[in-house]
């Protein structure tokens, strides 16, 4: 066992769970990359801004960090923040799941409010203007994570690890949000060689891929209206951008926790379900990941709370036999396999 003297020395090396497989050898594959400190990828990418910004002399001992955060991001801050003796300000509004909120104020980070908008939306536009100000205000460093290249350059390790896990990585899944994740980790597979399939997936109402701006409830993905989508968006290293209700999505995290016992957020819920649904669009024998940027168990009053979800119209029975059917189709597409395999038929029989 090796011991470290860090938590953030604890950031890599997360496990793969898979999900399915189907009878032409595709597989599905989780990584389970919520099994980092703080519960998030996000930490990988808070770590390697705030190395960015101290190797380039915008960071200096005793500095000041500010944030706008739907929680994950921030903290993956407040951790670096507190091992380094930085000070941290997160800007946040009551959109964010309540847990996150607690861990944040639990290591120590300073809580900025706004109100959320009158429609019961995300409010990504006042927390970035906010922040801003803060910064000039106050002189504190502000890392923009949808425009700093350190969010995608925090992936690289995650990239690396695929690669010595599996070998090949055919199709990345992932919700997509800053970007950083989804492209980061693309970027980075392509220049080790990899010829991988990005596919973005992003809640409906949001507009990152110019769809019609709505309100939607999955947490730190998507863009809502007005807000400018980030640099760490690489469009270019996009092969399928895919929108996903509410609904589908948290069926997605529900019935993945039923089967499995692993409780996953609602934005890796809806990369899982697009995976599911298109697992046979890929050629046989592909392996897909789907990235698990965000633990289950701060969502448990909400994505796995029934009455939760039926208080906002997102309570689908019919999207969770959907999704369980999906899983019951490929396992019985592999036992075909193996009996077909096992007694072949002759040709002209």
Partial sequence: MT??????????NTPLLELARTGTGTRLLLKLDHLNPTGSC???????????????????????????????????????ALERGYRFTAVVDHHAAREKLGMLRALG?????????????????????????????????????????????????????????????????????????????????RAAGA????????????IIFGGAPGIYHQTGAGSPAGFPVGDNVDRSLIGEAHRVSDSDAFAGARVVARRTGVLVGGTTGGAIHVALRRLYAYPAG????????????????????DEWLRARG???????????RWFTTYAESVRVAMRDKAFPVAVGA
């Fill in 3 to 12: 011991i470290v003297q860090r938590a953030s020395d604890l950031i890599g």
């Fill in 42 to 80: 996000k930490v990988r990418m808070a770590r390697q801004m705030i190395d960015e910004a101290e190797l380039e002399g915008r960071l200096r001992p005793g500095g000041h960090i500010v944030e706008p955060t739907s929680g994950n991001t921030g903290n993956g801050l407040a951790l670096v």
């Fill in 109 to 189: 980070a300073e809580l900025v409010f706004v109100e959320c908008p009158p429609d019961g939306g995300v409010s990504s536009v006042q927390r970035r203007r906010v922040a801003a100000r803060i910064a000039a205000e106050t002189g504190a460093y502000h890392p923009d994570q949808h425009n700093h290249p350190g969010n995608g350059n925090g992936y690289a390790g995650l990239a690396r690890e695929l690669v010595r896990q599996l070998g090949h990585v055919d199709v990345l899944v992932a919700a997509i949000g800053t970007g950083g994740s989804l492209c980061g980790t693309a970027r980075a597979l």
């Fill in 195 to 206: 010829g991988t399939h990005a596919v973005a997936v992003e809640p409906v109402g949001s």
């Fill in 286 to 305: 592909s392996a897909v990941v789907v990235l698990c940027n965000d633990a289950g168990e701060k969502y448990l009053d909400s994505v796995y709370d």
């Fill in 314 to 324: 997102v309570l689908d029975e019919l999207a969770h036999r959907r999704v369980d």
